[in-house]
């Protein structure tokens, strides 16, 4: 080995890995993984393509591949996005998404485009549609960021209410026990009354 190569070798064991130019990493999000932003995203910019092998409907050994990454771009083709270089299969679903699927079943390929700005740190999300969510997110319930917050909002709701019906019917008690103390007080000084003229001699 030459000098020359002695010192490429040197180089490339000291210098750290020169980080991706792409605004996004896989990272650890509250429904398993996901895809965040490195880098602010502005509203409009492609972000990333959803590959994987083209599959064709009419052949009935790749018409009966089934998972859960699997992107139809008609009645015909459909993306097999399982394969693991394609990162846009980390994208998790969300109701209120900042990010959309740009498909193009023509050049058959589907873009995620941002709809939003996104700052870094934040999950890139999209919709994944009705067919996908009654298939595998209504079973389960949607996890994502505007259905936990309706969820929190509906339980506080709830709380709300239940210490409402709590309360009235603790009024409504004391009430009631008050009106029975008032009724036991007057029958015992009638009593009382009756009593002493009873006892009254002439």
């Given at each position: 080995?030459?000098?020359s190569s002695l010192v490429r070798a040197f180089v490339l064991l000291i210098m750290p890995?020169?980080?991706?130019?792409?605004?996004y990493r896989v990272g650890r999000?509250?429904?398993?993984?996901?895809l965040?932003?490195?880098k602010?995203?502005?509203?409009?910019?492609?972000?990333?393509?959803?590959?994987?092998?083209?599959l064709d409907s009419k052949i009935p050994e790749q018409d009966e591949i089934e998972n859960k990454y699997l992107f139809e771009l008609n009645g015909r083709w459909t993306i097999d996005g399982s394969v693991r270089k394609n990162l846009a299969r980390y994208i998790n679903h969300s109701c209120r998404p900042n990010a959309e699927s740009d498909v193009r079943p023509r050049e058959r390929k589907v873009?995620?485009?941002a709809i939003k700005n996104i700052e870094p740190g934040e999950e890139i999300n999209y919709d994944y549609g009705t067919d996908y969510f009654k298939a595998y997110l209504k079973p389960i319930g949607c996890k994502c960021d505007s259905c936990e917050k309706k969820r929190k909002k509906l339980r506080a709701e709830a709380?709300?209410?239940?210490?409402?019906?709590?309360?009235r019917a603790e009024r409504k008690a004391k009430k009631a026990d008050a009106k029975v103390g008032s009724a036991k007080k007057k029958k015992l000084n009638g009593k009382h009354f009756a009593g002493k003229v009873g006892r009254a001699r002439a």
């Amino acid at each position: 080995m030459g000098s020359s190569s002695l010192v490429r070798a040197f180089v490339l064991l000291i210098m750290p890995a020169t980080s991706s130019n792409k605004p996004y990493r896989v990272g650890r999000s509250k429904t398993g993984l996901g895809l965040f932003a490195t880098k602010p995203i502005k509203k409009g910019t492609r972000i990333i393509r959803y590959f994987g092998p083209i599959l064709d409907s009419k052949i009935p050994e790749q018409d009966e591949i089934e998972n859960k990454y699997l992107f139809e771009l008609n009645g015909r083709w459909t993306i097999d996005g399982s394969v693991r270089k394609n990162l846009a299969r980390y994208i998790n679903h969300s109701c209120r998404p900042n990010a959309e699927s740009d498909v193009r079943p023509r050049e058959r390929k589907v873009f995620i485009r941002a709809i939003k700005n996104i700052e870094p740190g934040e999950e890139i999300n999209y919709d994944y549609g009705t067919d996908y969510f009654k298939a595998y997110l209504k079973p389960i319930g949607c996890k994502c960021d505007s259905c936990e917050k309706k969820r929190k909002k509906l339980r506080a709701e709830a709380r709300a209410e239940a210490a409402k019906v709590k309360a009235r019917a603790e009024r409504k008690a004391k009430k009631a026990d008050a009106k029975v103390g008032s009724a036991k007080k007057k029958k015992l000084n009638g009593k009382h009354f009756a009593g002493k003229v009873g006892r009254a001699r002439a």
